[in-house]
């Protein structure tokens, strides 16, 4: 049995006992959608200082700065189209919609998943197609394909508005990890796919998993911190992988009882 098989097969066990199927996704799951990730050579990290442009103090200290960052990355996300393998994760939550849920808990802020189909989808670091201000309760997914200023202020209060994306020493919404937590505990498989699994919160959610008894499938070209600990590490590009898994999925679902 190949790699995707035995994949496929702990998938649909899991599903077939209710079990949920969670999938943990970064930014290699939307590299083939043209958007970078962050860590590596060729990440935005090597090109921007993340402390300047992904923290609340690098904001304050220049706004404008900060924003035209935020807005390339939003422009590039919304030139950006859902890749082989975010459809494949909303054809497997339609492929078992009547066995067990299939939540996508991600870390990206590309807005992606939903672009393709998956219809529970967690956004821990927030999206970058959303704004809020940084005084008062004013918050926006109306964002206008360009600002005329950088930075733009709120209209209800005159203050700062600010990406709703969370920046390193930010706290992730409370209401998202909590059931990010629950999902992580209560999963039958959990994939995890394009993720270095190095920034936390997030990067504990496998743990948390694991630790209650989840399979965890990995899907990445390259080794990470969580590899050793893995049932099966699936090594290749997620685009590729993805729907190789879907389809030995599907196969399994189609086949009749004992067979
Ligand atoms: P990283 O940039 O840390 O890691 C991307 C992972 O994707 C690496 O492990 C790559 O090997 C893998 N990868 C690259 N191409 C891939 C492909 N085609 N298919 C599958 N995997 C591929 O991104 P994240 O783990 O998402 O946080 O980073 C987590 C957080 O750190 C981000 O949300 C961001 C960042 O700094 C904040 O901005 C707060």
Redesign the pocket.
Known sequence: MTEIEQAAELIADAAANGQPIVAFT????S??SGVP????SN?I?QKYD?GQV?TFDGFLDDPALCWRFHEELRALCLRSRPNP?HLALAWIERALSTHAPTPVVT???DGLHRAAGSTRVLEL?GSCHRMRCIECEFSSDEMPTQFGVLPPSCGECGALLRPD????GEQLPSDAMAEAHRLAESAGVMLV???????QP?ASLPVVALRQGAALIE????Q?PLTPMVDLSLQG???TTLPQLAEAVGTLLNSAPGE
């Open positions: 970064g930014a290699g799951v590299q083939e990730t962050f860590h590596g990440g990290w993340p992904a393998a870390q990206n802020i670091h994306v969370v920046w390193f796919i394009g993720t270095s699994a190095t920034v997030a899907v990445n070209p390259e990470t590009p997620a685009g």
